[in-house]
Nanobody, 126 residues
Framework: QVQLVESGGGLVQAGGSLRLSCAASGRTFNTYVMGWFRQAPGKEREFVAT????????YYAGSVKGRFTISRDNAKNTVYLQLNSLKPEDTAVYYC???????????????????WGQGTQVTVSS
């Protein structure tokens, strides 16, 4: 079992930046593929970004590619999501997730993830 705790959300103007963090418990963080998802009001949760176990591979949703950057620090058991050039449509609760069992280096499939954080709110004003 792993616990994930997100932080770093908040209110920001369009065009601004935020950095989200997700701290994981346990000693096996470097064995998990990590991902970020988001859920806007009235919408289903959607994939944002994923990163491989050692951080050498990443994959992004088309809507955030070039604006968001996922990274990880295995020594700190933490995954990050840098959000730049934010738009009002980026407003959502952002969740980090850990995949303990996938055979792939990265995965965008929500159903593949085993553990989820509680989420952090990001609000972008126009």
């Amino acid at each position: 079992q792993v616990q994930l705790v997100e932080s770093g959300g908040g209110l920001v103007q369009a065009g601004g930046s935020l950095r989200l963090s997700c701290a994981a418990s346990g000693r096996t963080f470097n064995t998990y593929v990590m991902g970020w998802f988001r859920q806007a009001p009235g919408k289903e949760r959607e994939f944002v970004a994923t990163i491989s176990r050692n951080g050498d591979r990443t994959y992004y949703a088309g809507s955030v590619k070039g604006r968001f950057t996922i990274s990880r620090d295995n020594a700190k058991n933490t995954v990050y999501l840098q959000l730049n050039s934010l738009k009002p449509e980026d407003t959502a609760v952002y969740y980090c997730a850990a995949d303990a069992s996938t055979l792939y280096s990265t995965t965008a499939s929500e159903g593949e993830y085993d553990f989820w954080g509680q989420g952090t709110q990001v609000t972008v004003s126009s």
